[in-house]
């Protein structure tokens, strides 16, 4: 078993991504039941419901899952306390210097992974004294460091100076990219933009056709000029953003309109470029399955590729 596996506790290294709204229980105890790894969001910034989605999760599953602390955006310790009550065992932090919450996170015995987009903030991740990392890499949804660095370079990168165990994230929809990932040293893949189109996904139909439909060149960076940076699917709304490199201050307001009603100019449609690779929408499940099968074949088909022979 490797060293994230025994870390998460569950059969395989695939987990869900932490997304705002989200990632609730009814995504994530999906996750968690096909032997994936869910995790429960925190970012949405509604405390008490978030921790009514960790009580539900003890509900309706007996499967381990993690939540997600974006340390930036908690308003108190409120939720950092209640993750240890709860005796949640797998949290990742993302979003400010992990430094500072670490030793906490540790006396309650709680395995943190913290979530970098560049080397900088791994080594700094490492010397706070984190358990492992998520290697977030350009390609995927979500907020985006201004330095983009894909998570094939990452990677990499981080490797050459570290034996630190790495959950990729980013690009990241089947076996192949999972094997991919492996290659490169990480023990575990995240998927974000793959579990926002699953049928559990809470997220409106046309979120997901649009995810569908996307083609690789469907996604684009967007507020550059501006904070949070994101990486959405290109929409009329998000076309005018990026002429202007400034999304309006009250986008990300009016996301749930988008998410749960289903109006796609509403705000930006996170996602990934790994949309471009999605072509229907499956179970959680059949994700979860595929990916593992495609994974040990991917394994075997390059290794007959790279025999001494072949080159
Ligand atoms: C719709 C959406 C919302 C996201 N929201 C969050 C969030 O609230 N917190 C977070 O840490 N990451 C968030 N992410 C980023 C994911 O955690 C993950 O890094 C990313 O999805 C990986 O790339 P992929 O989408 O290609 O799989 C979000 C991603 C998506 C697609």
């Not at 959405?232 to 009603?261: C, G, H």
Request: hydrophobic share 40%; aromatic share 6%.
């Amino acid at each position: 078993m490797n060293r994230v596996l025994k870390h998460l506790g569950c059969q395989y290294p695939i987990l869900q991504s932490p997304m705002g709204w989200i990632a609730r229980s009814q995504l994530a105890s999906a996750v968690s039941d096909a032997g994936g790894f869910g995790m429960i969001e925190t970012s949405s910034g509604e405390v008490d419901n978030c921790k009514q989605e960790i009580l539900k999760m003890r509900e309706i599953t007996d499967k381990p899952f993690g939540v997600n602390l974006p340390l930036m955006l908690l308003a108190d310790d409120q939720m950092i306390d209640f993750v240890a009550q709860q005796k949640i065992r797998f949290v990742t932090t993302s979003a400010g210097n992990p430094e500072k919450y670490i030793k906490r996170l540790k006396d309650a015995g709680i395995i943190t992974y913290h979530a970098v987009a560049n080397l900088k903030g791994a080594l700094k991740a490492i010397k706070a004294g984190v358990d492992g990392l998520i290697v977030e890499g350009s390609e995927g949804g979500g907020f985006k460091n201004p330095d983009e660095v894909s998570l094939l370079v990452l990677l990499q990168a981080i490797r050459a100076h570290s034996d630190i165990p790495m959950i990729a994230a980013g690009g990241i929809v089947d076996g192949n990219g999972m094997a991919a990932a492996f290659a490169l040293g990480a023990e575990a893949v995240q998927m974000g933009t793959r579990f926002v189109s699953c049928q559990e996904s809470p997220v409106h139909e046309n979120f997901k056709q649009a995810i569908v439909d996307c083609e690789d060149t469907g996604t684009v960076i967007v507020n550059r000029n501006g904070r949070p940076i994101l990486r959405a699917l290109k929409t009329e709304s998000t076309n005018a953003f990026v002429r202007v490199n400034k999304m309006p201050d009250d986008t990300l307001w009016k996301i749930q309109q988008l998410y749960f009603d289903g109006d796609m100019e509403a705000s930006v449609a996170i996602a990934g470029q790994s949309a471009g690779l999605i072509n229907q929408v499956d179970t959680a499940r059949q994700i979860i399955e595929n990916t593992i099968e495609q994974f040990f074949s991917a394994q075997q088909k390059s290794a007959e590729r790279a025999t001494k022979l072949s080159f």
